[in-house]
């Protein structure tokens, strides 16, 4: 039985935020860097750390699996499967899709077979897992996920002036389908450089005109936004034809895999399946492989009413319904009284607010603010007591 507190990783990638994690957690940035993420878990990329030793948790982990894990974990996957995450963006991410599992074991044998380097800019597989995901805002958080629908993706078009798309915009009308969307969306991510311009150039005149419509106003405000960290990128056509979203504080969605999206400003919880695969789609000066992102995109509509998640709610605790069983997320609110939670596999928790005391057989942790902990599978069960929310990852 083991309750370890953590030291994460912060990862200083340049689209990170250089106020908002040293501003939520009080955590030290007077080097003022950009702090992009927070990583709790035991990625080879960003290992936490046991607070108390120094010891790398991949390390302390590799010593008894199966008592770590529990069995199913072992059986299932061989390693901790999941990757919890605080993401503060101050600068949009790239648009981007991650394959599914079956598409990510072929690629990566493909890759491997193909003798291309593990750290190649043009290595689309970086692991043969897919990487299915739930983001929960702890700001308002601006992000783009999934096709529009195609009647919205035709009226913004047409009303924002891009004419210079107008035979592929009549092509996706007689085709109002994912066969329409798919050959839509090759068309725009293949234009020459000569028509990328001129439907840029259209862009821009829709910028200086002005929106008519709330929702033209919303995608002409991502558009801004974008422009100026990628001027010449394609992607800036994308909250045309992809779901702009804003969610507050407490909400959360979930990405598929194969749905295209992008992180664009705000800081939020991320849990993911152990994976770094990403087929990239715009907004990126780094390596797009038209051909592998198309047969990695699912071509269909996501109504936008239900792109966020509604929890279930049950005795404090609020539970989100997430289609994979790599990871599973709750927010549990603790209070004066003592509550308890049984374990099924490995789990971290973050402390968002307040201040929690988290004991697992006599041995009992204070977390604050941005302080995480990992407990062991063989624990069985743990308390936690205090005023204050812990987001809790597990499997």
Not at 139 to 154: C, S, V
């Amino acid at each position: 039985m083991s309750l370890f507190k953590l030291d994460n990783v912060i990862q200083n990638y340049a689209w990170g935020s250089k106020e908002s994690i040293s501003h939520l957690f009080g955590i030290d940035n007077s080097a003022h860097q950009p702090q992009a993420e927070i990583w709790m878990g035991a990625h080879p990329n960003g290992c936490s750390r046991v607070a108390e030793t120094g010891e790398l948790l991949s390390d302390v982990v590799s010593q008894n699996k199966e008592s770590m894990f529990g069995d199913y974990t072992v059986m299932r996957f061989g390693e901790l499967p999941y990757l919890f995450k605080v993401l503060a963006a101050d600068s949009p991410l790239s648009i981007q899709v991650h394959p599914t599992k079956q598409k990510a074991e072929a690629g990566y044998l493909r890759e491997n077979e193909q003798g291309i380097d593990l750290h190649a800019p043009n290595r689309n597989y970086k692991d043969a897992n897919h990487k299915p995901e739930l983001v929960y805002a702890l700001t308002f958080y601006k992000a783009m996920n999934g096709f529009r629908p195609i009647d919205q993706i035709l009226s913004l078009f047409r009303q924002l002036g891009i004419k210079s798309l107008e035979a592929e915009l009549s092509a996706l009308e007689d085709h109002p389908n994912k066969d329409g969307l798919k050959a839509f969306f090759c068309a725009i991510m293949s234009l020459d450089e000569e028509r990328k311009a001129a439907a840029l150039a259209d862009l821009d005149i829709a910028l200086e005109r002005g929106p008519k419509t709330a929702l033209a106003r919303e995608v002409l405000d991502y558009v801004a936004a974008f422009k100026r960290h990628y001027p010449q990128d394609i992607g800036l056509l994308s909250p045309l034809f992809l779901n702009t979203v804003e969610l507050a504080p407490g909400e959360a969605m979930f990405l598929h895999a194969e749905t295209p999206h992008a992180y664009v400003q705000g800081t939020a919880l991320e849990i993911m399946a152990n994976s770094d695969n990403v087929l990239r789609a715009g907004l990126t000066p780094k390596h797009i492989d038209v051909a592998e992102l198309i047969d990695n995109t699912s071509f269909h509509s996501t109504q936008p009413d239900e792109i966020k998640l509604a929890p279930i709610c049950k005795e404090g605790k609020l539970s989100y319904p997430i289609p994979v069983d790599d990871f599973g997320f709750d927010i549990l609110s603790s209070g004066e009284q003592t509550q308890q939670q049984y374990l099924r596999g490995a789990e971290i928790l973050f402390c968002v607010e307040g201040q929690v005391t988290v004991t697992v057989a006599g041995k009992s942790l204070l977390l604050k603010p941005g302080e995480s902990v990992f407990i062991t599978s063989d624990s069985k069960v743990y308390q936690y007591q205090g005023k204050g929310t812990l987001a809790r990852a597990y499997n």
